[in-house]
Structures are given as structure tokens and as C-alpha cells.
């Protein structure tokens, strides 16, 4: 069951989203070639808790850190380690900040240093893709609609969407009902109405969208080795349409 927030519910959400904006931007400002995703990850912690909130992921179905920090191949749920990033990486930065009750979630791509332009093409159409994808919602389409939207732009771009992972929604549980698949066929799933609240999130890669577990065996990265990126934001369907709660 899809749960409708209240307008208060989302105001708070808001706040949360805000939140999980400003600690993403100042910790994105922080990688550079020389740092370790752990370093990363216990920047955002401190940052959260400053803040008065709490880090989401962490503790959620047993992961030990506030961010997943997933370079290169990895796609997603990388764990944070002593890994130093090197010149020419490209980092996933995926967080969550619980706020008065309710969560928010968002995730970005990012250079270290000097990348190769295959890399900056790979991460500017993800982002792309958010956006096209949140610029289609609207109460009365369904998420069949969102999803195509996004593969369609994707694919006509020579790279392959996820289809093993997907959005969620989310609220005072941090994955709620519906799942926000980056695929799909025009009028299928659910109709999008005014109070939900959820995440969409394109995960790319640059080749084959299959996907195996990573090395640290809880996150995942591409079958094949290529390249991936992912995006992320916190979407509240409001009477005056989408609104975007990590900004």
C-alpha cells in the first residue's frame, strides 16, 4: 500500500531533504584524488548529526556506514573503506538523513580529478535522465510512464539501464511502497497522485546493464566492468506537481 502524506508530513520532509542537500554538497566539495571513501563517509556523519538529524542508511538492514561510496564499476551499497580515490575515478555519493520522523534520500555522481571524456558523457546523461524523469511526473501518469521515459532517453544514448535495482518510496520508513523502476511500458503500474512521496534513481552503465555483487559483498557493480553512474532525488507530489525535497 502506497502511504499519502499530509502537507505537514512533507514539510518536514523538506526539512530532512535540505538537510541530506547541504551535507551532500559539502562532502562532494570534499573529493578530490588522495581521499578515502572512509574519510567521506565520516565527513557526512558528523555533518548530519550537526545538523540534528541522523544518518539513515546506517544500521538499515545491517550496513555499517552513513553513505555508500561505490568508484568506477560499482554501481550501488558500496561499503566506505580505506580506498584512496585516484585521478580519473568517478564516485557515487548515496546518503540519508532522517529528520523529526521522516527520511530523505539522494545520491550523486562525481569526477576525482582530471576524468576521460567517455566518463563525463556517462555521468552527464544520468543526471540527464533524473531530470527527464522528474519532469514527466504529474498526478494521473503512472510510473510505468516515468520509467519509460527514462529508458527510452537512456538507451537512445548507447548505455543500459539497471533493471535489477529500482527507486522506492519513502517516508517514515526509509523504502516504502511503490518500487520506482528506470524502465517500463507507457500506462502500466501505479497512477501518481497528489501526497506521495518517493525516489527516483537512474542507475546507467556504460555497457551491459547486468549487475553482480561487488567485492565488499553487499554492494553491486556491472557484470561486464564498465563504467557506472547513479542520481538520485526525493520527490513530493504536491496540487502544484513534483516537487524536489533534496535541493
Known amino acids: 500500500m502506497i502511504k499519502i502524506k499530509t502537507e ?28 578515502t571513501t572512509e574519510e567521506l563517509d565520516r565527513a557526512a556523519e558528523a555533518l548530519i548529526l550537526s545538523y540534528g538529524a541522523k544518518p539513515s542508511f546506517k544500521g538499515f538492514n545491517g550496513f555499517p556506514a552513513t553513505l555508500c561510496t561505490s568508484v568506477n564499476e560499482e554501481l550501488v551499497h558500496c561499503i566506505p573503506s580505506g580506498r584512496v580515490l585516484m585521478e580519473g575515478d568517478i564516485i557515487s555519493l548515496d546518503g540519508g538523513a532522517h529528520y ?68 522506492h518510496g519513502i517516508g517514515e520508513n526509509l523504502h516504502e511502497e511503490p518500487e520506482v523502476a528506470n524502465y517500463g511500458r507507457r500506462n502500466t503500474g501505479d497512477i501518481i497522485k497528489k501526497g506521495m512521496v518517493f525516489c527516483i534513481e537512474p542507475m546507467v552503465a556504460q555497457g551491459d546493464y547486468h549487475i553482480v555483487k561487488a567485492k565488499d559483498g553487499y554492494g553491486y557493480q556491472t557484470k561486464d566492468g564498465s563504467l557506472s553512474a547513479h542520481f538520485e532525488h526525493t520527490i513530493a507530489i504536491t496540487k502544484n506537481g513534483p516537487m524536489v525535497l533534496t535541493e
Do not use: W
Request: hydrophobic share 40%; charged share 30%; with cysteine.
Open 8 to 35: 505537514e508530513e512533507i514539510k518536514i520532509m523538506g526539512e530532512a531533504g535540505r538537510i541530506l542537500a547541504e551535507v551532500m554538497k559539502k562532502v562532494s566539495e570534499m573529493v578530490k584524488p588522495g581521499i
Open 100 to 167: 523529526k520522523g521522516y527520511h530523505s534520500d539522494m545520491a550523486v555522481t562525481l569526477p576525482v580529478g582530471k576524468i576521460s571524456p567517455e566518463a563525463s558523457r556517462l555521468i552527464k546523461i544520468t543526471k540527464k535522465a533524473l531530470k527527464r524523469g522528474i519532469s514527466k511526473i504529474r498526478p494521473g501518469i503512472t510510473f510505468g510512464d516515468v520509467g519509460n521515459t527514462i529508458q527510452r532517453f537512456v538507451e537512445s544514448q548507447g548505455y543500459g539501464v539497471v533493471r535489477d535495482l529500482c527507486g
